[in-house]
Structures are given as structure tokens and as C-alpha cells.
């Protein structure tokens, strides 16, 4: 076992389904102010939405890089 490649990587397994969660998360945050009434904010919700689902693109989107160990 010298060799670790990560080549073959799930999407719905470790960091990408937490990238995942996070996009969901996101989209949630954009529609909620016209699903629920609330005080919040139309813009604040707009931003945090994105900043969650760009963050959450980011984290899965990465690739696993693929480690050699001597």
C-alpha cells in the first residue's frame, strides 16, 4: 500500500457532500424572505445565500489530489 490515488471520487461522499450542503444551504437562504414572513432583510438574505452557495461550489468542485507516500 505505497500508493493513494484519488483519482475516483464520489461527490455525495466527505467534503464534496458538505459542498453540497452548503449550495443547499445557500439556495434555501435566497427563497426563504418569499416563503416565510419574516423582518429580515431581502438584500442580507440575497448575500448570504450567495456567499454560501459560492462557497459550497468551491468546496465541490475541488479535486482530491492524489498522494505517494515512499
Same mark, same amino acid.
Given at each position: 500500500?505505497?500508493?493513494?490515488?484519488?483519482?475516483?471520487?464520489?461527490?455525495?461522499?466527505?467534503?464534496?457532500?458538505?459542498?453540497?450542503?452548503?449550495? $443547499?444551504?445557500?439556495?434555501?437562504?435566497?427563497?426563504?424572505?418569499?416563503? @416565510?414572513?419574516?423582518?429580515?432583510?431581502?438584500?442580507? $438574505?440575497?448575500?448570504?445565500?450567495?456567499?454560501?452557495?459560492?462557497?459550497?461550489?468551491?468546496? $465541490?468542485?475541488?479535486?482530491?489530489?492524489? @498522494?505517494?507516500?515512499?
Amino acid at each position: 500500500m505505497n500508493y493513494f490515488n484519488f483519482k475516483r471520487r464520489s461527490l455525495f461522499s466527505g467534503p464534496h457532500l458538505l459542498g453540497f450542503l452548503f449550495i $443547499a444551504v445557500g439556495i434555501f437562504s435566497i427563497v426563504s424572505p418569499a416563503i @416565510f414572513a419574516n423582518d429580515t432583510s431581502f438584500e442580507r $438574505a440575497l448575500v448570504v445565500g450567495a456567499v454560501a452557495a459560492i462557497f459550497g461550489a468551491m468546496i $465541490a468542485s475541488t479535486a482530491q489530489p492524489s @498522494f505517494t507516500y515512499p
